[in-house]
């Protein structure tokens, strides 16, 4: 079998993409990318926020990565030049010249952690002052100390034994783990 025969013969394979969209155009580019038939993903995120003029909390929902959504596609059976003509899109995310290509594992870690509209879930542990816990990640692994109260919607003061004392240590909630009963803070 000759070279060509097996370039010819060989299976096309879609790989996601990353594209660039202009700001807050997001959802306007995976609308029409979808119309164009490519696979699109926008993983988002919901979070509090304060209105200014009201000072009521409310939930907000936006992209996870402003300013850039992935698309599937096969190169060999779709063109991606379409992409940076899209209304919303810039264009692909490029490396030397050649669109950049993000790991199916990613994709598939984000849209595990999604929902159906492509909301990702952040699990905050709901700690209360005192409450003892470990630390899961991060320099601090496997350390234990206090909850001592939250810090803005996803991080927490800890308190932990460090440097011959008690130190407050501001950490990312989702790595903290209860382990047990309440100590007084």
Not at 9 to 38: D, F, M, N
Not at 39 to 57: D, K, N, Q
Not at 116 to 129: E, K, L
Not at 159 to 170: D, E, I, N, S
Request: positive net charge; proline residues 5%; hydrophobic residues 45%.
């Amino acid at each position: 079998m000759r070279a060509i025969d097996v370039l010819s013969t060989s299976a096309s394979i879609a790989h996601w993409y990353c594209v660039r969209s202009k700001p807050r155009a997001e959802t306007l580019a995976v609308e029409h990318l979808q119309r164009q038939g490519y696979e699109c993903f926008l993983p988002r995120i919901a979070r509090r926020s304060v209105l200014a003029r009201l000072g009521r909390p409310r939930a907000v929902i936006e992209p996870l990565f402003p300013r850039y959504l992935f698309v599937r596609a096969d190169p060999n059976v779709q063109s991606l030049a379409a992409i940076r003509s899209t209304r919303g899109a810039v264009g692909l995310v490029r490396f030397a010249g050649e669109p950049a290509r993000v790991a199916d594992d990613l994709i598939k870690r984000l849209r595990r952690d999604a929902d159906a509209q492509g909301v990702i879930v952040r699990s905050v542990p709901d700690f209360q002052r005192g409450d003892a816990v470990r630390v899961l990640d991060g320099p601090f692994a496997g350390l234990r100390g206090v909850y001592a109260q939250p810090r803005g919607e996803d991080r927490a003061v800890v308190l932990l034994q460090l440097l011959g004392g008690q130190q407050r240590v501001l950490l990312n909630a989702t790595v903290l783990q209860g382990v047990g009963a309440a100590r007084a803070a």
